[in-house]
Nanobody, 111 residues
Framework: QVQLVESGGGLVQPGGSLRLSCSAS?????MGWYRQVPGKKRELVAL???????NYADSVKGRFTISRDNIKKMVYLQMNSLRPEDTAVYYC????????WGQGTQVTVSS
């Protein structure tokens, strides 16, 4: 069983930045972030393998950067140039044989 704990969400103005962090209780092959708004399907934001291969949603390319520290078992999401449409609950995601999810952290982009 893997536990994921997120931190770093909050309220930010359009054009601002936030950094999300997620700690894992074990060694993970794939870690990343998804997001969800009410009434919509959870969608991929960014993923990163332990070897450094990344995958980003088209909507965040060039604005968001995923990184991880395999020794500390952490994954981060640096979000720059935030837009109101980035408002969502952001979930940390991890996959070994099974998939695991964090509890979610709210990100609100509003003036």
């Amino acid at each position: 069983q893997v536990q994921l704990v997120e931190s770093g969400g909050g309220l930010v103005q359009p054009g601002g930045s936030l950094r999300l962090s997620c700690s894992a209780s074990g060694i993970i092959y794939v870690m990343g972030w998804y997001r969800q708004v009410p009434g919509k399907k959870r969608e991929l934001v960014a993923l990163m393998t332990s070897g450094g291969t990344t995958n980003y949603a088209d909507s965040v390319k060039g604005r968001f950067t995923i990184s991880r520290d395999n020794i500390k078992k952490m994954v981060y999401l640096q979000m720059n140039s935030l837009r109101p449409e980035d408002t969502a609950v952001y979930y940390c995601y991890a996959k070994i044989a099974s998939e695991y999810w964090g509890q979610g952290t709210q990100v609100t982009v509003s003036s």
